[in-house]
């Protein structure tokens, strides 16, 4: 197949995740006539396997923010090469990420989001202890997702809570609502009418990723 040797370097570059061998894949995948979209998959598969690596306990923190570093580097040398040669960039869906109110861990809801941007999605991460009103906002403003993290039994209930208000606004079906977070569960998500439940930030963001 084409560009297979272009394709693993890429995606080998980015578990490595050091910013210059990320850059010098890049570099050498548009020499050889890779066009820039598929530069771009190639790059956000070798990112899922980050996660991944991440979640076993393989790689750190440190090494998942340093290959989102090198991905972030490579988007601004592709985009421009996009426009350059007419080819559309992606459209990308607006995400309102945060950890709800009350609740101050936020490590596990930052990977994720930094794996929906280098998957190419517009991330709005609101940070940690973020009110109910912020999440319901940034769905008035546009945003089509909305991802919210508890990391404690007492703060998971909040969840619920922001997706009635979206209820009561009447846009709960303009929104993909997304929960996780250490006690929530599929069968919570359910209970509360969550659209996403991921039990990691991988396993969150190929389930967006295929709706």
């Known amino acids: 197949m084409a560009y297979e040797n272009e394709k693993k370097a890429l995606h080998d570059a980015m578990v490595a995740y050091k910013v210059p061998g990320i850059q010098a894949a890049v570099d050498a995948a548009r020499k050889s006539g890779m066009a820039p979209n598929d530069i771009i998959d190639a790059l956000g598969n070798g990112m899922t396997d980050v996660g ?33 040669s007419g080819v559309a960039v992606k459209a ?10 009350g609740d101050v861990h936020d490590i596990g809801k930052s990977i ?41 039994t007492t703060t998971m209930t909040v969840q619920k809570d922001i997706i009635e208000m979206l209820k009561a606004e009447g846009i709960r079906d303009k929104v993909t609502v997304m929960v996780g977070g250490a006690p ?25 990723k295929a709706l």
Do not use: W
């Open 112 to 152: 994720c989001s930094t794996m929906l941007q280098c998957a190419g999605f517009d991330v709005h991460d609101l940070g940690r202890d973020v009110p109910k009103n912020q999440f319901v906002d940034e769905v008035k403003g546009g945003c089509t997702f909305c991802g919210m993290s508890a990391l404690m």
């Open 92 to 101: 990308k869906s607006s995400v309102v990420m945060g950890t709800v109110e």
């Open 184 to 208: 929530v569960t599929q069968a919570y998500a359910d209970k509360i009418g969550a659209d996403v439940y991921g039990e990691t930030a991988s396993e969150t963001t190929r389930k967006v």
């Open 52 to 84: 991944v690596l991440f979640e076993r306990g393989k790689l750190f923190l440190p090494h998942v923010l340093s290959a989102a570093a090198g991905m972030k580097s490579a988007m601004e040398v592709l985009e421009p090469d996009m426009r350059a």
